[in-house]
């Protein structure tokens, strides 16, 4: 029996072994499609299962889908009938936009540590140059142009200051440019909410959103500090005149001084010259015209408002409140003010409105125009454009409500019109105003 013991347990312990390894190897062949990896062990270690599927997988899988809708915020598709162009050749999103003075170009800056000068006789063409300013080691948040248009400032993202670029023509009509040796000194405390240079080339602003208002010599120098007193500051600006500066934040008034020189041109001192006063809460938002006689508002009230600014303030005159209109905000809301003060856009989130400021009523509506909240709003310094940023695109709109506007109030004098000369030059503005209306409407069709 002793020989036929071992002889039956040597048979069960090899088809033991023979079992063992057709297990074994047949793990080993399915485990590599589940984990990715030769560790047989679901406990856990690096490249862990879970209901069949890698810890890795699942985060490529997030990374996918992220990449996938920042692809989708970068080409934000948008038309539109009066949509004239998008201008495209940032590489990320475009944070302010500035018109130069004798209307030929516009500046854009981005995250991308680009500033761009876009001419805007090309606004109709098919193809959009633009030339390219690197911002070394840094990106700018906001640019203005010099009142002679052969310069532009900008706000530096880290350095949090002032950096000034030279603009040199090139006999191709290109341009090269070149910063400064040196940047301003550092002296805000807070985040910037603008920055701007006087059109009549003696200051420059700079605004950080706590209470402060800096204003600048062109050499870099603080001439003075202006305290706003309300609370924080949401925005401020240069009027285009050159002769004020004013804010608006967590109070409902805008509030507006006048920066004063010598007849030599030396800085004198900074004057209160009036405030806007008529909203009920805090204003995110204001605009002047070209020529500083009117101002427009937007209120955390839900109305926008158009006022006469111009008064004598030296006498105590208050400005004269024109309109009061009903609209939706948010807090990323914006006004725009044409240069010819008949029209208003007002931004709010992605969207736009535009206003006739003779009756109030909106004209045009431009639902999700960009991908992300809008960031920059203006019209071209003939009022032909309205333009926008909030992703990587700069969107151009036609300005019919401003040529609507020129019919009406050119037909109202064209009836009061005394003398043949007035007739024929008012006949011509209305003329030209619907040759433009038609020009849009044959593109469209």
């Avoid at 040597?10 to 079992?19: K, M, V």
């Avoid at 993202?157 to 670029?165: G, L, P, Q």
């Amino acid at each position: 029996m002793e020989p036929f013991a071992v002889v039956a347990l040597s048979l069960f312990l090899g088809a033991l072994i023979l079992l063992i390894s057709v297990v074994v190897s047949g793990s080993r062949k399915t485990l590599p499609q589940e984990s990715g990896g030769g560790n047989s062990s679901s406990s856990d270690e690096d490249g862990k299962v879970s209901n069949g599927v890698s810890d890795r997988n699942v985060a490529s899988k997030k990374q996918k889908l992220l990449r996938s809708r920042k692809e989708k915020l970068q080409h934000h598709v948008f038309t539109h009938p009066l949509l004239a162009t998008s201008l495209k050749g940032h590489s990320a999103n475009i944070s302010c936009l500035d018109f130069s003075s004798n209307g030929k170009y516009l500046a854009s800056c981005a995250d991308d540590r680009t500033v761009r000068i876009w001419s805007t006789k090309d606004f109709l063409e098919r193809d959009h140059r633009c030339m390219r300013a690197n911002v070394e080691l840094d990106h700018a948040t906001h640019v203005r142009f010099s009142p002679d248009s052969r310069a532009f400032i900008t706000w530096l993202a880290n350095e949090e200051t002032i950096r000034v670029f030279k603009m040199t023509k090139r006999d191709d009509g290109s341009f090269t440019f070149t910063a400064a040796p040196e940047d301003f000194p550092k002296r805000h405390k807070a985040p910037i909410v603008n920055i701007g240079i006087a059109e009549t080339g003696k200051f420059i602003m700079s605004a950080s959103n706590d209470t402060t208002i800096l204003i600048w010599d062109l050499k870099g120098e603080v001439l003075t500090t202006i305290n706003t007193n309300q609370m924080n500051n949401a925005y401020a600006t240069v009027s285009p005149c050159g002769r004020f500066v004013a804010s608006c934040g967590f109070t409902p008034d805008v509030k507006v001084w006048e920066v004063c020189f010598t007849k030599s041109g030396e800085f004198r001192e900074v004057v209160r010259a009036f405030d806007l006063k008529g909203h009920s809460a805090g204003i995110y938002s204001f605009s002047f015209s070209n020529d500083s006689r009117r101002m427009a508002t937007v209120s955390k009230d839900g109305t926008w408002k158009l006022w006469d600014t111009d008064v004598q303030y030296k006498q105590q005159q208050d400005p004269y409140l024109l309109l009061t209109m009903k609209c939706d905000v948010s807090d990323s809301c914006r006004i725009a003010l044409s240069p010819d003060a008949r029209v208003v856009a007002i931004s709010n989130g992605f969207n736009i409105t535009m206003h006739n400021t003779k009756t109030g009523r909106q004209e045009e509506e431009f639902l999700n125009v960009h991908g992300e909240d809008i960031a920059g709003l203006a019209f071209d310094i003939n009022s032909r454009f309205l333009i926008s940023s909030g992703d990587r695109a700069i969107r151009v709109f036609h300005n019919v409500v401003g040529y609507r506007a020129v019919i009406e109030e050119m037909e109202g004098r064209l009836k009061k019109a005394t003398t043949d000369a007035m007739r024929e030059r008012l006949q011509q503005q209305i003329d030209d105003a619907k040759n433009a209306l038609d020009v849009i409407c044959i593109k469209n069709q």
